[in-house]
T-cell receptor
Framework: DAGVIQSPRHEVTEMGQEVTLRCKPISGHNSLFWYRQTMMRGLELLIYFNNNVPIDDSGMPEDRFSAKMPNASFSTLKIQPSEPRDSAVYFC?????????????FGQGTRLTVV | AQSVTQLGSHVSVSEGALVLLRCNYSSSVPPYLFWYVQYPNQGLQLLLKYTSAATLVKGINGFEAEFEKSETSFHLTKPSAHMSDAAEYFCAVSVPGNQFYFGTGTSLTVIP
């Protein structure tokens, strides 16, 4: 398996623009997580899906952020409009809830810079 | 509620010295525990995980961790540090329902 695949790896955008980050989880995994990593806040859980359904979105910073998982093999995280303080590395991770004590597998991340 | 506390955001050791990274957890149910490593510009990779089969867990690259229920700890150790061990290390706890909670990370510097 190719692992969790995120695209793009790097994104530079202007303030006010819409940004869409994409994630393909590992085949067969039914849990998907979006994390944001910054120097100031460390690794923050934004949202967690189980079987394509959002379970916990309490980490989503504000209404400018939205996430979808239309099917088991694809998820998006959208920021509209983007702001400079959204600059961070965004990670997607997946795991198989049905496997006891399984770990979360991380993608390589998307480095977002909002100027 | 579940949480993880990593003591020491920065740890420096000399090459060849013992590495000890501390992690304490809080969980209302028997936890699953993990250590991850993050190299610059990369995602998090699993180092090791506690499966409840044995309290001493061995992972990749010579790392190991011991689950101490009485102390609610899961400290990461390596007998002899290598330069290549310089990275960010994260402790994590998960519970049934599969939510993962990460610590704030510890940056390990290895001094030649």
């Amino acid at each position: 398996d190719a692992g969790v695949i995120q695209s793009p790896r790097h994104e530079v955008t202007e303030m006010g623009q819409e940004v869409t980050l994409r994630c393909k989880p590992i085949s067969g995994h039914n849990s998907l997580f979006w994390y944001r990593q910054t120097m100031m806040r460390g690794l923050e859980l934004l949202i967690y899906f189980n079987n394509n359904v959002p379970i916990d979105d309490s980490g989503m910073p504000e209404d400018r952020f939205s996430a979808k998982m239309p099917n088991a093999s694809f998820s998006t995280l959208k920021i509209q409009p983007s702001e400079p303080r959204d600059s961070a590395v965004y990670f997607c991770a997946s795991s198989a809830e049905t496997v006891r004590n399984t770990e979360a597998f991380f993608g390589q991340g998307t480095r977002l810079t909002v100027v | 509620a579940q949480s993880v506390t990593q003591l020491g955001s920065h740890v420096s050791v000399s090459e060849g010295a013992l590495v000890l990274l501390r992690c304490n957890y809080s969980s209302s149910v028997p936890p699953y525990l993990f250590w991850y490593v993050q190299y610059p510009n990369q995602g998090l990779q699993l180092l090791l995980k506690y499966t409840s089969a044995a309290t001493l867990v061995k992972g990749i690259n010579g790392f190991e961790a011991e689950f101490e229920k009485s102390e609610t700890s899961f400290h990461l150790t390596k007998p002899s540090a290598h330069m290549s061990d310089a990275a960010e290390y994260f402790c994590a706890v998960s519970v049934p329902g599969n939510q993962f909670y990460f610590g704030t990370g510890t940056s390990l510097t290895v001094i030649p």
